[in-house]
């Protein structure tokens, strides 16, 4: 079973900060079985990111997903102040199906 | 627009079971893989089923293996959750979500592009 890392568990930034969101995977994956995805607070997840670097419908182009291997990066350029949240990657595998990191809050500093 | 709206949840007593329901709109639904994800109090996603568009093929998380049966209706658009045997550590928000496919590199893969409001699962006596 391949697992999940994200670092760092929380990130402390100030609107129109960069944040460079990480994730590991503990073997070698294919970068199209990586997806990132966004939870704000009393709300459901939103799909960010598929196949390590397609945004999804709407996401606006802040939002940058890269890396291949074990290394993943998610990157918000410039943060607005509805960016802060927690963030989730996700691999998609044989078992289990899908696979979850445990998340990075990014908060205001 | 694609809706997915859950139901069924509510508070259950250790040992019993709840059937938590999926209605769906806005997509051809017999086409797609569904999936159910949870997330207890305070804590991550953890992904705990997914069944194949025409229902023959049902995934499972180990921790819910045996305990846990998912099915669909593709008359009614509808997805469900017999959650069986219930445990404390069962208590969490579950989410129903769509899986879209994309083909790239001779195989599949798969993202959770839309999710429901959830539906909370409460055990405890």
């Known amino acids: 079973e391949i697992m999940l890392t994200q670092s760092p568990a929380t990130l402390s930034l100030s609107p129109g900060e960069r944040a460079t969101l990480s994730c590991r995977a503990s073997q070698s994956v294919r970068a199209s079985d990586l997806a990132w995805y966004q939870q704000k607070p009393g709300q459901s997840p939103r799909l960010l990111i598929y196949g390590a670097s397609s945004r999804a419908t709407g996401i606006p182009d802040r939002f940058r997903g890269s890396g291949s291997g074990t290394d993943f990066t998610l990157t918000i350029s410039r943060l607005e102040p509805e960016d802060f949240a927690v963030y989730y990657c996700q691999l998609y595998g044989s078992s289990p199906l899908f696979t979850f990191g445990p998340g990075t809050t990014v908060d205001l500093k | 627009e694609v809706q997915l709206l859950e139901s069924g949840g509510g508070l259950a007593q250790p040992g019993g079971s709840l059937r938590l329901s999926c209605a769906t709109s806005g997509f051809t639904f017999n086409t797609y893989r569904l999936s159910w994800v949870r997330q207890a109090p305070g804590k991550g996603l953890e992904w705990i089923s997914t069944i194949s568009s025409d229902g023959a093929t049902a995934y499972y998380a180990d921790s819910v293996k045996a305990r846990f049966t998912i099915s669909r209706d593709n008359s009614k658009n509808t997805l469900s959750l017999l959650v069986d045997f219930l445990r404390a550590e069962d208590t969490a928000v579950y989410y129903c979500?769509?899986?879209?496919?994309?083909?790239?590199?001779?195989?599949?893969?798969?993202?959770?592009?839309?999710w429901g409001k959830g539906t909370t699962v409460t055990v405890s006596s």
């Open positions: 979500a769509r899986a879209e496919s994309r083909w790239f590199g001779a195989h599949y893969y798969y993202y959770l592009d839309v």
